[in-house]
C-alpha cells in the first residue's frame, strides 16, 4: 500500500481560542464560576473508578474554570515556533467574537489587529492559517438576546463575519465559520450540560435551523467580499453502527447519521471543503460498553482507528476536497498518542488511494488545553506539547516527535 501523502499535503494542528488564550469574558467564562463547585462534585457519579483515581483534579473546582488557561493569547508565538520546529505547515484556531465585539455592534479594533498579528506569525513561519469563526462560545450580550434560539441571531452572526473577513481577507484564505453545529448545540440546547444550558428540543430546534441559515448566509457573505475564499464548516463526524440484528441494528445506525450529518446534507451546496472531525465511531448496543474491543483514551473514548478510513468513504459521495480539521485523544501520559496518530493515517492513507480527496491532517490539538464538551476541564490531555497549568512551561511529548517523522517523511514508512 502506498503511505505517501499527495504533494502539497497540510500537515499541522488545531486549537480554539477559549480553550487555550485565557483570560476571555464570555458566555462560558461566566457559566463556569457559577458551576464549577456543581462540576467537581458531579464527578464522582460521572467518571469511572480508574478515572477518578488517575485524575483527582476533577474533584477540585478551579479544573473547570478556565482562567489563563494556557496564555496562548500572549504565548501564541512561542507555540507557532514549536509548531514551526515539528514541521507543521497549517494551523487550525478560532478568532473569539467576544473579544471582536464586546459589545452589540462596537468592533474592538485593538482585537482585530492581535488576530491579525497571529494570522502573519504563521504566515511568516511558513504555516497556512485556518480560520474558525465560531466555535462554541459567544458574547455576553448575545446571550442575553437569546442566542441561537433567538431570531436575531442570525443578523448578529453575519455582523461579526462580515466585519472579520473585510477586515482579514488578505491574509486569510481558508475560513471554518461553524465547529461541530450538532454536538455545540447538542450539548448546549438539547442536553443541557454546558452554555447556554438551555434544555430541551423545543430549544434545540430553532437554534439548530438558526444557526444552519446562518452558516449559508455566511457562506455567501463571505464570498461576496472575497471570491476566491475557501468556506466550509467542521463536522463532527462518528460512523454509526449497531451490533444489533440486522437488519433492525442497520435500519438505527442509518436513522442516527442521518440526523447526525443533517447539517451538513443542508449545505452541501454551500461548501467549498468539508471539515471532518473524527474522535471515535457511535455504536448502537444492548451491551453498553461491553461492545468496544481494544484501547480506550483517558475520557473512555474507543480508540477506533478505522472508522477514519469508514467516515472518508461516506463522505467521498458529497464529492468535495475534505480537511481532517480535528483528531485526537485525552492521553496524558502520551503512551498511546504516537501508534493513535500512525494508525490513524494508515486507515486514511488507504482512504486516499480509494480516491477520497482528502487534502489536510490538524491533530488535536497542538496544546494541552481547557476541554470544552460537556465541560471537563484542564484534566483531559489532548496536546502534542504538555503544558505545566502552575509555570505555563512547554514541552513537547513523544506524539509531537513521532509526528514531525510523518510530516518530514509526508507520510508513513
Same mark, same amino acid.
Given at each position: ?45 460521572k ?54 465585539e464586546?459589545e452589540e ?10 488576530y ?12 497556512e ?10 458574547p ?32 486569510v ?11 455545540g ?8 450540560s454546558?452554555?447556554? @444550558? ?9 437554534a ?25 464548516? @467542521? ?50 448496543s ?51 498518542r ?30 494541552d ?25 512547554r514541552?513537547p ?16 514508512e
Amino acid at each position: 500500500m502506498e503511505h505517501r501523502f499527495p504533494e502539497g499535503f497540510l500537515w499541522g494542528a488545531a486549537t480554539a481560542s477559549h480553550q487555550v488564550e485565557g483570560n476571555t469574558h464570555n458566555n462560558w467564562s461566566e457559566w463556569e464560576k457559577k458551576n464549577a463547585e456543581r462540576l467537581a462534585g458531579e464527578a464522582k457519579t460521572k467518571f469511572a473508578g480508574w478515572q477518578q483515581e488517575k485524575f483527582p483534579e476533577m474533584f477540585n473546582p478551579q479544573n473547570y474554570i478556565s482562567g489563563r488557561a494556557c496564555d496562548h493569547y500572549n504565548l501564541y508565538e512561542k507555540d507557532f515556533d514549536l509548531a514551526k520546529s515539528g514541521g507543521h505547515n497549517a494551523h487550525r484556531f478560532s478568532i473569539e467574537w467576544s473579544r471582536i465585539e464586546p459589545e452589540e455592534g462596537r468592533f474592538d479594533q485593538k482585537e482585530i489587529e492581535h488576530y491579525r498579528k497571529v494570522i502573519l506569525a504563521l504566515r511568516e513561519r511558513g504555516i497556512e492559517p485556518f480560520v474558525t469563526l465560531w466555535h462554541w462560545t459567544e458574547p455576553i450580550w448575545f446571550q442575553e438576546l437569546g442566542g441561537w434560539d433567538s431570531a436575531r441571531s442570525i443578523n448578529c452572526f453575519l455582523r461579526f463575519v462580515e466585519k472579520i473577513t473585510i477586515e482579514l481577507k488578505d491574509e486569510v484564505k481558508f475560513w471554518i465559520v461553524i465547529n461541530e453545529p450538532n454536538v455545540g448545540l447538542g450539548f448546549g440546547y438539547l442536553k443541557g450540560s454546558q452554555p447556554p @444550558a438551555k434544555k430541551g428540543l423545543f430549544k434545540f430546534l430553532p437554534a439548530y435551523f438558526n444557526m444552519l441559515k446562518a452558516y449559508k448566509m455566511a457562506y455567501r457573505l463571505i464570498h461576496q467580499i472575497d471570491s476566491q475564499a475557501k468556506v466550509g464548516f @467542521a463536522h463532527s463526524f462518528s460512523p454509526c453502527e449497531s451490533d444489533i440484528m440486522w437488519p433492525f441494528g442497520r435500519i438505527a445506525a442509518s436513522i442516527a447519521e442521518f440526523f447526525e450529518n443533517f447539517f451538513l446534507s443542508s449545505s452541501k451546496k454551500q461548501l467549498d471543503f468539508i471539515g471532518c472531525n473524527y474522535y471515535s465511531r457511535f455504536m448502537i448496543s444492548l451491551k453498553g460498553n461491553n461492545f468496544q474491543k481494544g484501547e480506550i483514551s483517558d475520557l473512555g473514548w474507543e480508540i477506533y482507528p478505522q472508522g477514519m478510513y469508514i467516515a472518508m468513504l461516506r463522505l467521498k459521495k458529497y464529492d468535495l476536497p475534505i480537511y481532517i480539521t480535528e483528531n485526537g485523544l485525552a492521553d496524558a501520559d502520551d503512551s498511546r498518542r504516537p501508534e493513535f496518530i500512525r494508525e490513524h493515517l494508515k486507515w486514511l492513507r488507504k482512504s486516499i488511494n480509494e480516491g477520497v480527496d482528502v487534502k489536510g491532517y490538524f491533530h488535536w490539538s497542538l496544546l494541552d488545553n481547557y476541554e470544552f464538551p460537556d465541560v471537563r476541564g484542564f484534566w483531559p490531555r489532548f496536546g502534542l506539547i504538555e503544558i505545566d497549568y502552575k509555570t505555563l512551561e512547554r514541552k513537547p511529548r513523544e506524539s509531537f516527535y513521532a509526528y514531525k517523522k510523518i510530516i518530514e517523511n509526508n507520510g508513513l514508512e
